[in-house]
């Protein structure tokens, strides 16, 4: 996570967030990439829900995962002179 940029400029700086679950117990769990939410929804059961971690492939935590909305100005980054 290296950007080239001051850290508190003027520019709100927000994580693209891409995909997203919500816990049973109410917690909002985003990454953004599939794996990561993986990683972060088991180490979340793993420390809050011990006796249901595990239970969950990764494909059984995707199937409950849904897209979150990036912000407009991190797109913008796509645009990159050859
Ligand atoms: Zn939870």
Excluded at 13 to 39: F, H, K, N, Q, Y
Excluded at 43 to 67: C, F, K, M, N, W
């Amino acid at each position: 996570m290296s950007i080239g940029e001051s850290p508190t400029g003027g520019i709100e700086r927000r994580p693209a967030i891409a995909v997203a679950v919500r816990c049973p117990c109410g917690l909002e769990i985003t990454s953004t990439t599939p794996e990561d939410l993986v990683i972060d929804v088991n180490r979340h059961l793993t420390e809050q829900h011990p006796r249901v971690a595990g239970h969950y492939d990764d494909d059984d935590i995707l199937a409950l995962s849904y897209p979150r909305p990036v912000a407009p100005t991190d797109r913008d980054r796509q645009g990159v002179p050859q």
